[in-house]
């Protein structure tokens, strides 16, 4: 998957949970620093980021793609 729509997806689900930045990164245990590069499409996530990511705002990660 390209890094951008996953950047993209990942944001959308956010923002439609309700989620600030800083709560996700809190809750996961990503800095926040890390959140924004991933939101951004500048970093990909690893698995296991994706795993937290996806726990936090109650989704599969076959959501994601």
């Known amino acids: 998957?390209?890094?951008?729509?996953?950047?993209?997806?990942?944001?959308?689900?956010?923002?439609?949970?309700?989620?600030?930045q800083q709560s996700l990164a809190e809750q996961?245990?990503?800095?926040?620093a890390m959140l924004g590069m991933i939101e951004r499409g500048t970093r990909v996530p690893t698995e296991e980021q994706l795993v937290r990511i996806a726990d936090v705002l109650a989704i599969s990660l076959s959501e994601f793609i």
């Open 28 to 32: 996961t245990g990503i800095s926040l």
């Open 1 to 20: 998957m390209e890094n951008m729509q996953l950047a993209r997806r990942i944001r959308a689900f956010r923002k439609l949970k309700g989620v600030t």
